[in-house]
């Protein structure tokens, strides 16, 4: 079983989009488990989706991660089942109510406390913050703007305003997920800010309405699974964004079993389908 390090250690992985994709996160474990590092925090969004959320509960359950919840676990646990999307629905009919009650156990990303290094300083240190989307929401993009069908990297002018102010001054490092891209950004102000991507879903679109596009397409071009390490070398974080090689082929056959043949083909290549 993982047992978090003091932070002396200095050395954190982030994961984050899980999605119930047990063979992907499987892999990723083994990795981490090789590289020996024994502090992890998982970023959110970790069941909904149409593969095994349940055995992906069961999984996660036997490790002492840390857990911030993302906008998946806040949809299955306070939206009627009438109002919730396919991943969030078939989640919500295959997780017992242990599983249902873990992620309701999961740090709030609206937390100050997450923002401002005070939700775990013992663990992580006082100079580290979280979110899953945004600081201020869980269903905004922190380091990419959609534009059209496509998405950018998001301008330092953006990246400010959305951070909204609410990271504490003293903070040296954020880790943010939602938008399945992994990415690294260092801001003027010295503030590393890292998704380290998807661990189970390399692909995805959404036709949300949002300022420059009315619907976009996530891409990553590969089925590996993603993540993160973070260390402090001479006092700087610096990041390794990390992609793990795993045997995508049987989830991708149970999305499409399961009626989902847009996350069997991002499953398989890494892009959504094309019409």
């Not at 890292?194 to 071009?221: C, F």
Request: net charge negative; hydrophobic share 40%.
């Amino acid at each position: 079983m993982t047992k978090p390090r003091t932070p002396s250690a200095q050395r954190i992985a982030f994961v984050s989009d899980i999605h119930g994709n047990l063979n992907a996160l499987q892999a990723v474990i083994e990795d981490i488990q090789r590289r020996q590092i024994s502090t992890v925090v998982n970023l959110g969004d970790t069941l909904s989706g149409p593969l095994l959320p349940q055995e992906t509960a069961t999984l996660l359950r036997q490790f002492d991660w840390l857990h911030v919840a993302g906008n998946h676990e806040r949809q299955v646990l306070t939206l009627p089942l009438s109002r919730q999307n396919r991943s969030d629905a078939f989640t919500s009919a295959a997780i017992d109510n242990g599983s249902m009650t873990w992620i309701g156990h999961h740090a709030d990303p609206d937390d100050s406390r997450l923002h401002e290094g005070r939700m775990w300083p013992d663990i992580l240190g006082a100079d580290v913050a979280l979110c899953h989307g945004s600081p201020r929401s869980d269903v905004e993009y922190l380091l990419e703007t959609p534009v059209g069908e496509v998405v950018l990297l998001a301008t330092a002018a953006d990246i400010e305003e959305r951070l909204d102010q609410r990271i504490a001054q003293h903070i040296t490092l954020l880790a943010c997920g939602h938008t399945h891209v992994p990415r690294s950004v260092r801001t003027a102000s010295g503030l590393l800010i890292v998704n380290p991507g998807s661990v189970g879903l390399p692909a995805y679109d959404d036709d949300h309405p949002l300022p420059k596009s009315s619907y976009h397409r996530i891409e990553v071009g590969s089925p590996d699974a993603r993540y993160a390490v973070v260390e402090k070398v001479n006092g700087q974080w610096c990041c390794e964004l990390i992609s793990v090689a795993y045997d995508f082929q049987p989830m991708a056959d149970l999305a499409e079993r399961n009626g989902r043949p847009d996350w069997a083909h991002a499953l398989r290549t890494g892009y959504m389908p094309r019409a």
